[in-house]
């Protein structure tokens, strides 16, 4: 089973600052990595994927990839209070929908 | 756009006794889904997928015969919570993408199953 780490948080950043999220994996032939926002009592929503090295941007968003540290991840810039959530990193596991996620890292973010 | 439609969204029942939560693909067809469970302050993890006209494959740990899946359309998958326990009591979540595309993956908008 692959597996996916994630530090739990809180990670606490007050409002318009850069908040960065990590996440690590086992599985060095992974090829695709997706970024979830969830709110608490919510299901997940997705933010980004990235399946090449480097970095993704998508407005505030930024996912960067590194294989050969197998890690990944989200920066939040202008970070806002409706941003505090628990983030997932999910990898792909024997098929492209079928999902192992992290643990979750939770922001929050303070006026 | 696509969407995944889960239900009940909450559901209290007495210890022993069977839940149903359903999910449908409202837009497009999905030969396979997904079941997962998120107990609180956790992740999700993945319980079984829910495969249309064949068994359903289950993850390590996951009881097959206390989590009855049923995928008899295109667009329905069932999750039964057989005998339930106190210990089920989680938050039960469902996800599928449309046939043939690969990027996109939707999830339904959860079950809170309290057992009493």
């Known amino acids: 089973q692959k597996e996916v780490e994630q530090n739990s948080g809180p990670l606490s950043v007050p409002e318009g600052a850069i908040a960065s999220l990590n996440c690590t994996y086992s599985?060095?032939?992974?090829?695709?990595f997706f970024w979830y926002r969830q709110y608490s009592g919510k299901s997940p929503e997705l933010i980004m994927f990235?399946?090449?090295?480097g970095d993704k941007e998508d407005g505030r968003f930024t996912a960067q990839l590194n294989k050969a540290s197998q890690y990944v991840s989200l920066l939040i810039r202008d970070s806002q209070p409706s941003d505090s959530a628990t983030y997932l990193c999910?990898?792909?596991?024997?098929?492209?929908?079928?999902?192992?996620f992290g643990t979750g890292t939770r922001l929050l973010v303070s006026p | 756009g696509a969407v995944v439609s889960q239900h009940p969204s909450w559901v209290i029942c007495k210890s022993g006794t069977s839940v149903k939560i359903e999910c449908r693909s409202l837009?497009?067809?999905?030969?396979?889904m997904f079941w997962y469970r998120q107990f609180p302050k956790q992740s999700l993890m993945l319980m079984a997928t829910?495969?249309?006209?064949?068994?359903?494959?289950?993850e390590q740990g996951v009881e097959k015969d206390k989590f009855l899946i049923n995928h008899a359309s295109l667009t329905l998958s069932t999750l039964t919570v057989t005998s339930a326990h106190p210990e089920d009591s989680s938050f039960y979540i469902c996800?599928?993408?449309?046939?043939?595309?690969?990027?996109?993956?939707?999830f339904g908008s959860g079950t809170q199953l309290s057992v009493l």
């Open positions: 829910s495969n249309e006209g064949s068994k359903a494959t289950y």
């Open positions: 999910a990898v792909p596991t024997g098929g492209f929908q079928k999902l192992v």
């Open positions: 996800s599928a993408g449309p046939r043939g595309n690969n990027e996109k993956l939707f």
């Open positions: 837009d497009f067809q999905a030969t396979t």
């Open positions: 990235i399946y090449s090295n």
């Open positions: 599985d060095r032939g992974s090829q695709s």
